[in-house]
């Protein structure tokens, strides 16, 4: 009893965000637990611990990158294994976390709903418990619905309906958490002339990567809808602006891709083949990984577009990692506004809050530093690799996207390091980063007089 009283002790005296951080680590810990086990590996294949351990942060962080291929590593029941973990990642260590709380019938006391509330990215208590609940439908329903839709349309590809439904429950898991990960050997590759397969792999990405609320308020849109309710249903703030900068976002990706390969990569190319290689390349930049052909054909100029795709990522409260689309969303506004002399920022009928424009810079300012130590620090360990393999390998994993031009199995293990610190910081957030590092939020107890100095 007086271990468990120190230890509880010990997590009350910690932050939130440095509980939530705790509890990631104890998921890599056990992850790399199970993918020791006998039976996850192929009979004759030999994984050694450092790999292992890659592999665990990888698939935490639901990011794919990978020292091995997946299809030649892993059984069947390996295949299981990592399907589990994702939705560790994917979901939430927290939100999964609460539904088995629920399920023994435990009671959520205030602490876990404050660390609900920090692993969810939420400015209230309130209502934190349905929240998981939600999450929880719609992530894990969007998967079977996924899976069913892959299996069935796999029977064509495969000799068995096993072989079809693992395919496709795997594709659909991998796709919605926004994994990167395949278990054909060869990403989406095989249905690269498969336009349906790519267009329900990108409605999954989409349902990963867009966040959360948004779907739960898509929902509750489509109900009061249903319902024929006459008092109108009112978008959040949140909702309008990190839908908008996604749409925004995946269009500007799609034509610049187009644009920069029409006569390089996607020369000779119809242009219906040339729109879905463009669409889904932009769509798996804001943190998929996945990837209908080989990145290696593309130039330099796309290579390094969708090094700034990845590093942007996906939506808070979602499975995708990077500086997030509504961070990026608030710098591009600050910079309009600043430059028209407006103090407040305003969109959508409503005006931005400054904490929320101080923050999204502070974390733009760490990623972008972050980063750029990470390419310089492997570009001297790792002196015979490209710098734009480099460049594009560490913003995949910041990004938690897993595209890689081949390079990852050849790292050094300094730069492998790199990349999982990348990965994990990606998987929790900068915020939650810089609150590990910081500590409890503490008032100023006195200030000094305030100074102006001479800046740009």
Not at 86 to 94: A, C, D, N, R, V
Not at 210 to 226: M, Q
Request: contains cysteine.
């Amino acid at each position: 009893m007086l271990g468990k009283s120190k230890i509880r002790v010990w997590l009350e005296e910690r932050s939130p965000a440095q509980v939530i951080s705790g509890y990631y680590l104890l998921a890599v810990t056990i992850s790399i637990l199970l993918f020791s086990i006998p039976g996850v590996h192929r009979l004759g294949v030999k994984v050694t611990f450092f790999d292992t351990v890659f592999t665990a942060v990888s698939v935490v962080s639901d990011t794919g990158l990978s020292v091995f291929n997946i299809s030649e590593t892993y059984s069947v029941f390996g295949y299981f294994v990592i399907m589990l973990v994702l939705q560790f990642g994917g979901i939430g260590i927290m939100a999964m976390s609460t539904f088995f709380w629920m399920l023994l019938g435990r009671k959520i006391g205030l602490r876990e709903r404050r660390l609900i509330m920090v692993d969810n990215n939420q400015f209230a208590l309130s209502g934190l418990v349905q929240l998981v609940k939600d999450i929880l439908k719609i992530i894990l329903l969007t998967e079977l619905i996924g899976a069913l839709i892959f299996g069935f349309h796999f029977l064509k590809y495969y000799p068995t309906w096993k072989d079809a439904f693992l395919q496709g429950l795997f594709a659909s898991v991998s796709a919605t958490t926004n994994a990167g990960m395949d278990i054909t050997g060869e990403s989406l590759s095989p249905y690269a002339g498969d336009y349906f397969v790519q267009l329900v792999t990108i409605i999954l990405i989409i349902f990963g990567a867009i966040g959360f609320p948004v779907l739960i308020e898509a929902k509750a849109y489509l109900s009061r809808k249903k319902m024929k309710l006459d008092h109108p249903f009112r978008f959040s703030l949140f909702a309008k602006l990190t839908t908008s900068t996604y749409g925004i976002l995946l269009v500007i990706g799609t034509i610049l891709i187009l644009l920069l390969e029409y006569q390089h990569a996607f020369k000779g190319m119809t242009w219906h083949e040339s729109f879905f290689y463009a669409f889904f390349q932009a769509t798996t930049t804001r943190s998929a990984g996945l990837t209908t052909m080989d990145i290696n054909e593309f130039s330099m100029p796309t290579l390094l577009v969708m090094s700034v795709f990845m590093f942007i990522g996906g939506s808070p409260n979602s499975v995708g990692g990077g500086i997030r689309t509504t961070t990026f969303a608030l710098n591009i506004l600050f910079i309009y506004h600043f430059a028209k002399g407006n103090r407040e920022i305003k969109i959508f009928n409503r005006e931005l809050h400054q904490d929320d424009i101080l923050k999204s810079l502070a974390i733009t300012l760490l990623a972008i530093v972050m980063c750029c130590v990470s390419v310089i620090a492997i570009s001297i360990s790792d002196k015979e690799q490209q710098l734009i393999a480099i460049f594009l390998e560490v913003c995949s994993a910041f990004g938690t996207v897993g595209l890689s031009m081949g390079i990852t199995p050849d790292l050094s293990i300094v730069a492998k390091c790199i990349l999982m610190v990348l990965m994990f910081i990606g998987r929790i957030g900068l915020t939650s980063f810089l609150f590990v590092i910081g500590g409890q939020k503490k008032n100023a107890k006195f200030h000094y007089p305030i100074e102006r100095v001479i800046t740009g």
